[in-house]
């Protein structure tokens, strides 16, 4: 059975720093294309951040680029997420998700947050101004 478990999240200030990670287990993590996924209620999923299974193929949304950098420890079957310069906008619940496309699709897919088979319950990240 799959399970990704999402922990790092909080309040912080403006500008402040969290680092989110994800615990995955009952699959074989090195072999997953993973993403970062945010919601706020009442609004529709926004992709962040996504890693090919290596680690060596990295897609950011704009709105994160060059503030947020998602990494993945194979070896510990985890990901992260380091999230710096954060803004109250980034205030969402923040879930890990893995497909099982390969690298050549997920280069083409990653943004479609429909397309992730195994999601995380999602932990609650708060920026306050």
């Known amino acids: 059975q799959v399970q990704l478990v999402e922990s790092g999240g909080g309040l912080v200030q403006a500008g402040g720093s969290l680092r989110l990670s994800c615990a995955a287990s009952?699959?074989?993590?090195?072999?997953?294309?993973m993403g970062w996924i945010r919601q706020v209620p009442g609004k529709e999923r926004e992709f962040v951040a996504g890693i090919t299974p290596s680690g060596g193929n990295t897609y950011y949304a704009d709105s994160v680029k060059g503030r947020f950098t998602i990494s993945r420890d194979n070896a510990k079957n985890t990901l992260y997420l380091q999230m710096n310069s954060l803004k109250p906008e980034d205030t969402a619940v923040y879930s890990c998700?893995?497909?099982?496309?390969?690298?050549?699709?997920?280069?083409?897919?990653?943004?479609?947050?429909?397309?992730?088979?195994?999601w995380g319950q999602g932990t609650q990240v708060t920026v306050s101004s």
């Open positions: 998700a893995a497909t099982w496309k390969n690298s050549r699709t997920y280069s083409r897919t990653y943004y479609a947050t429909n397309d992730y088979e195994y």
């Open positions: 009952g699959m074989t993590f090195s072999a997953y294309c």
